[in-house]
């Protein structure tokens, strides 16, 4: 049994970081119903490799869920949406601030609907302020909370993460404020939250213990040279590929300098105590890549595992799918999908009670549960086919 099992949320959310949130809870047991646009549904159905109509993007984040295809914005279909909400949880939305309101949907609403609901929003800039009401991407969040440039402190150009780190950290987020919103209800001490997350905060505090550890001291920003990631978050060359390493304490110094041959590191000024590696961090790589490049990453790997170093080789994809701490640890799952065939995707990282979640649900087809979830709250089927033909179901 999964933790979240009897937890219904209800969900109006498109991309990723509304998705992802609540997929995370999916995963966990939660019964999660999408409220999605009719004929397009969410755009993540469109984005990237397609297969029998399922995206791997849209099918990572939407498995263990349920669809309903709706026009939100009709008055006729409102009374069974809100007939649904009744017997829900949570509701989540990442909609630009104030459009949701506008259909019926708002946060005041759903409350008087279920007063026991939990409400999150999920936005770039927040629910108000000069920005709430732009349209907001990944890397604009990335550019304004620093991300971007912490990733050239040190001389390089600002760039962006190559992946959708804002969005992600916005879900994770909100999924762990939904799971204290639903364990504060059930001790008693409130009913329903509202809750909101900016793309902005969350990015922020994210960064916050490692990149503006420099930012602490009003005052002093200029406390310290540089943030920890811009000398110790880079790779090394090796004759064949690459490699990750970190060598900080004298333990692993000397065990590196062994493991290299590199005995005149352990007289060097500039690396023989802890305060000088760390300030002179970027350099012992560079003289340490000169040897590397004469040594394969196996040979490499596998001298510094023995003495101790923590070292690892840069898998690309296909290795890190074959790569036998992954298969140890069942980190990677495949199944059956009606529609897109086999699917490989990333297993729900939480294991409870020694028992890994599988996919209860594969993602669904967009207004797959349409006729299921509204006639569960009294929509006969003759009101299913008279909303049917008025386009406001699909």
Request: contains cysteine; aromatic residues 8%; proline residues 5%.
């Amino acid at each position: 049994m999964q933790p979240l099992q009897g937890v219904r949320i209800i969900e109006v959310t498109t991309n990723a970081s509304g998705p992802l949130a609540t997929g995370l809870l999916a995963d966990q047991g939660a019964d999660v119903i999408r409220l999605e646009t009719i004929d397009v549904g969410d755009p993540s159905r469109h984005v990237g490799g397609v297969r029998g109509g399922v995206t791997g993007y849209n099918g990572y984040m939407n498995r263990n869920k349920r669809s309903i295809a709706v026009d939100l914005k009709d008055e006729g279909v409102r009374p069974y949406i809100h007939d649904l909400i009744k017997t829900a949880d949570v509701f989540v939305q990442n909609s630009r601030p104030g459009a949701l309101q506008r259909s019926g949907y708002g946060f005041e609403e759903l409350h008087k609907v279920n007063p026991n609901l939990i409400y999150l929003s999920i936005s770039g800039f927040g629910p108000d302020g000069p920005a709430a009401g732009l349209r907001v991407y990944d890397p604009i969040i990335q550019g304004a909370s620093g991300f971007a440039y912490a990733q050239g402190v040190g001389g390089d150009a600002p760039e962006l993460v190559k992946t959708i780190a804002s969005d992600k950290i916005a879900a994770y987020t909100a999924a762990q404020a939904i799971s204290s919103a639903l364990f504060a209800r059930e001790r008693g001490t409130v009913g329903g939250h509202k809750i909101e997350v900016s793309m902005l905060d969350a990015s922020l505090a994210f960064l916050w213990a490692d990149v503006y550890w420099n930012h602490s001291f009003v005052g002093d920003e200029g406390f310290q040279a540089k943030p920890l990631i811009s000398e110790f978050y880079r790779v090394v060359k090796t004759a064949d590929s690459y490699i990750t390493t970190i060598i900080v304490g004298d333990v692993e110094f000397k065990a590196a300098c062994e493991a290299l041959d590199m005995p005149e590191l352990l007289e060097d000024p500039r690396f023989n105590t802890l305060m000088e590696r760390f300030t002179n961090y970027g350099l012992m790589l560079n003289v340490i890549e000169e040897k590397a490049v004469t040594i394969t990453t196996a040979d490499l790997v596998a001298r510094m595992e023995a003495a101790g170093v923590p070292c690892g080789a840069i898998n690309t994809f296909d290795e890190v799918l074959d790569d036998p701490r992954v298969a140890h640890s069942g980190s990677i799952i495949e199944y059956d999908h009606p529609r897109g065939g086999r699917m490989r995707q990333a297993r729900p990282p939480a294991v409870f009670n020694d028992e890994p979640a599988g996919i209860r649900l594969p993602s669904p087809a967009l207004g797959e549960h349409t006729d299921e979830l509204l006639g569960s709250v009294g929509c006969s089927a003759d009101e299913l086919t008279n909303l049917r033909k008025a386009g406001v179901i699909a």
